[in-house]
T-cell receptor
């Protein structure tokens, strides 16, 4: 596709429920990142994939958060037992995977936990 | 650990005047530096980057940024601001010794008044 695609664009869920957020990166990009952005703040790093493997998951806040990228393309961020504090915009980005290349971001998924 | 500071929450400038949005960084190795812009309800858009070479880099929409190693700064500039430049601006850094994680600053809101 032309850019990074994230679905859904908005998700409202009840506290305690499980959610999945999907990211479809730019074709050919080996690196994929997930960030979380709360209102008025900068993006906060969650996890980074190089190919199929999670190269750095140090930003995942706790074990309720998990992400996969089984075929090295589409990624899914999974949140179990959602809490109201999980409400934020979840951003996905992809790049060619070299440190010198810029990352391209999707529009984000706005998650609201009620 | 790598970090980015954007000391100004908001910058106000009159249309036609020059603008500067400040950014300082901290890395253990050599920095790769990036500026992104975010319009309301939109994803982050890449503006420009510094990897190596000339300290003054030029990017999209007439923006430029100056890398200053001694001051560990990478301020964003534009000679003549437009009302349409009003948006949220984020500085980001990647440490070439620390993998591909991209760390963002807290953002600066630029308000350009007619």
């Amino acid at each position: 596709g032309a850019g990074v695609s994230q679905t859904p664009s908005n998700k409202v869920t009840e506290k305690g429920k499980y959610v999945e957020l999907r990211c479809d990166p730019i074709s050919g990009h080996t690196a994929l990142y997930w960030y979380r952005q709360s209102l008025g703040q900068g993006p906060e790093f969650l996890i980074y994939f190089q190919g199929t493997g999670a190269a750095d998951d140090s930003g995942l806040p706790n074990d309720r958060f998990f992400a996969v990228r089984p075929e090295g393309s589409v990624s899914t961020l999974k949140i179990q037992r959602t809490e109201r504090g999980d409400s934020a915009v979840y951003l996905c980005a992809s790049s060619h995977g070299q440190g010198t290349t810029e990352a391209f971001f999707g529009q984000g998924t706005r998650l609201t936990v009620v | 650990a790598q970090s980015v500071a954007q000391p100004e929450d908001q910058v106000n400038v009159a249309e036609g005047n020059p603008l500067t949005v400040k950014c300082t960084y901290s890395v253990s190795g050599n920095p790769y530096l990036f500026w992104y812009v975010q319009y309301p309800n939109r994803g982050l858009q890449f503006l420009l980057k510094y990897i190596t070479g000339d300290n003054l880099v030029k990017g999209s929409y007439g923006f430029e940024a100056e890398f200053n190693k001694s001051q560990t700064s990478f301020h964003l500039k534009k000679p003549s601001a437009l009302v349409s430049d009003s948006a949220l601006y984020f500085c980001a850094v990647r440490d070439n010794n620390a993998g591909n994680m991209l760390t963002f600053g807290g953002g600066t809101r630029l308000m350009v008044k007619p």
